[in-house]
């Protein structure tokens, strides 16, 4: 059964750090398209990043680029978010996703991906 689990969420000072970490079972993130979402309260779940199966391309959404890093380790089958200069508009429950997706990822919303885990609360703040 595919299970999707991520941990390393908490409680951070702006301009902190914060690393997520997300480990599939019975599912390879090498051979699949890998995200992370995440969902403030009241709002819509964007995607922040995706790395696509095709070539293995990692692409971020606008607000986190240059501040957030997402890899995969194919050894553990783990996929990571570095989160570095986390801003208080970063606070929401962030997810990982995966699925069998042909095409560059950052065309996919969130409805195309078939795998969630359970979601990891990132609160900054003061």
């Known amino acids: 059964q595919v299970q999707l689990v991520e941990s390393g969420g908490g409680l951070v000072q702006p301009g902190g750090s914060l690393t997520l970490s997300c480990v599939g079972t019975?599912?390879?993130?090498?051979?699949?398209?890998v995200g992370w979402f995440r969902q403030a309260p009241g709002k819509e779940r964007e995607r922040v990043s995706c790395i696509s199966q095709t070539d293995r391309a990692t692409y971020y959404v606008d607000p986190v680029r240059g501040r957030f890093t997402m890899s995969t380790d194919r050894a553990s089958n783990t996929a990571y978010l570095q989160m570095s200069n986390l801003r208080p508009d970063d606070t929401a429950v962030y997810y990982c996703?995966?699925?069998?997706?042909?095409?560059?990822?950052?065309?996919?919303?969130?409805?195309?991906?078939?795998?969630w885990g359970q979601g990891t609360q990132v609160t900054v703040s003061l």
């Open positions: 019975d599912f390879s993130f090498y051979d699949n398209t």
């Open positions: 996703a995966a699925a069998w997706l042909p095409l560059r990822c950052d065309v996919y919303e969130a409805s195309r991906y078939d795998h």
